[in-house]
């Protein structure tokens, strides 16, 4: 630990201890920054029986500022136990900010490899093709609490020299005796694509090929993740700069996944893109194998570079939170998505009807309702957050856009669906997530009501809902 360590450190614990945890939309299901800003998660893993979530914080700004890795532990994901910062910008290799990065398990070991971003300082610099480093880094860690001496894998000129500054976000996997990193990339042609490298001792490693779509698509591809399930491989990756069309109705930012025909490491064919989710509040989501070998996703439920709306947390000094873990599991070419069944237990108070259900001031809760016939179904959230099937597409939308609102300027997400057979939806204090037919299309927004209460009609569906 060096001084610049042990002053971060210091003033870490200064800023954590004044946040009071008083504020009216602190969640109780997801997972947010004690104190500051969140975005992504980096580094999910289960080790050895712990489920670690780390998480990209900026304690000290909480609209975004100097980039470290907070760190949450759990036994189950849903008590979560926060561990403090683990990696803090402290080398000269990664002064600017402990990017992303993901966490590889092996012989008891946890190794988790990150970007270290450095920004030069410099008036001539665009950022984009100068001033910027970006350095691969690799901290193994015994026990998961105590991470070891940073190494610094790989710079910018170890990276295939048609790329711009813009290389990060480090996921490792294990094949055939091979270890292999996916990392995202923008060319100088101002094109996102993925990049692999192999090496034989996770220390030594050399590019091997990229992946790409067959026509541009972005200019920037970050947080690539790859993973097979149920016999189905996926490319993951959050994608920057898709504009015009229908990208024009949605967020300035995606998060998506090409099933892959074949394999990127040799010959491969990419699926259409297809979302993860939906709703407005979705990027950089990162994906881990659990013990028991499900695919468990979590996402960071915010949008950077967003001008549209706000959260209304940044008053009480925090801002984002991640998704609840969520399970992925591919049938008939389809991705779905539900909570992890960990949920379940936490079901309270169970309610059931037909065809309409209402409620008041439940909080947290998960409303379930099935056997929806001719897509009649309408949930309306305080008053304000309308989720509604109509004209053939399932449809997020917030009456109010005023940026005091229960939406704090939110407006408008659909997906066109040929049709709705189930809807669950899981309420936080100050978010929702919505899974459309057994999850095949997913909504997630945060929402600020002042008057929890929701509405659903859906006629002659059944309808259950649970406090959480
Ligand atoms: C995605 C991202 C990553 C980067 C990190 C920095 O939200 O831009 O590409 O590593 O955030 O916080």
């Not at 001539?124 to 105590?146: C, H, M, P």
């Not at 504009?243 to 259409?272: K, T």
């Not at 950089?284 to 468990?296: L, V």
């Not at 997020?396 to 669906?417: C, H, I, P, Y």
Request: hydrophobic letters at 35%; one cysteine or more.
């Amino acid at each position: 630990m060096n001084a610049l360590t042990r002053d971060l450190a210091d003033l870490v614990k200064i800023v954590e201890a004044k946040a009071d945890g008083k504020d009216c939309f602190r969640q109780k299901l997801h997972l947010m920054p004690p104190t500051g800003w969140l975005n992504d998660p980096n580094g999910l893993c289960q080790f050895k029986g712990i489920y670690h979530a780390f998480f990209q914080y900026s304690p000290f700004n909480a609209t975004g500022g100097l980039k470290m890795w907070g760190h949450y532990t759990s036994r189950d994901m849903i008590e979560w136990k926060y561990e403090g910062v683990s990696l803090y910008p402290d080398q000269p290799f990664d002064c600017h900010g402990v990017y992303s990065g993901s966490a590889f398990i092996e012989d008891g070991k946890m190794y988790l490899y990150y970007t270290g971003n450095v920004k030069l300082e410099d008036g001539e610099f665009d950022y984009i093709r100068t001033g910027r480093e970006a350095n691969t880094v690799l901290v193994v860690s015994e026990d998961g609490k105590q991470f070891g001496r940073k190494q610094e894998l790989m710079r910018n000129s170890d990276y295939p020299n048609d790329l711009t500054c813009h290389v990060r976000d480090p996921k490792v996997w294990k094949e055939n005796g091979m270890y292999y990193m996916v990392q995202g990339a923008r060319t100088q042609s101002d094109e996102g694509k993925v990049l692999i490298f192999e090496s034989e001792d996770q220390l030594h490693w050399i590019y091997k090929s990229d992946v790409k779509t067959a026509e541009r698509f972005g200019y920037m591809w970050e947080c690539p993740d790859y993973f097979e399930t149920e016999g189905r491989k996926i490319l993951s990756t959050s994608v920057q700069g898709l504009e015009g069309g229908v990208w024009d109705a949605r967020n300035v930012y995606q998060s998506g996944y090409f099933l892959v025909e074949g394999d990127i490491l040799s010959e491969y064919e990419l699926s259409d893109y297809e979302l993860w989710d939906y709703g407005f509040d979705y990027y950089a989501p990162q994906s881990f194998e659990s013990e028991d070998g499900r695919r468990i996703h979590i996402s960071w439920m915010g949008m950077p570079d967003c001008e549209e709306y706000t959260n209304l947390t940044l008053e009480d000094g925090w801002q984002h939170c991640f998704t609840f873990p969520r399970e992925v599991h591919v049938k008939d070419k389809k991705v779905l998505q539900q909570p992890v069944k960990e949920l379940e237990a936490l079901r309270r108070g169970e309610e059931r009807a037909v065809s309409v259900l209402e409620k008041k001031g439940t909080k947290v809760f998960e409303a379930e309702v099935q056997n929806i016939t001719g897509n009649h179904f309408r949930a309306v959230l305080a008053k304000e957050l309308v989720l509604e099937y109509v004209n053939g597409r399932f449809e997020m939308k917030f009456t109010s856009q005023d940026k005091t609102s229960v939406s704090a300027g939110r407006s408008l997400r659909f997906r066109e669906v040929s049709e709705v057979r189930n809807v669950r939806i899981l309420a936080d204090v100050s978010s929702v997530e919505v899974f459309v037919n057994d999850g095949e299309t997913v909504f997630s927004t945060r929402y600020y009501p002042q008057d929890y209460e929701i509405k659903i009609e859906a006629l002659d569906a059944k309808i259950a809902f649970w406090e959480l």
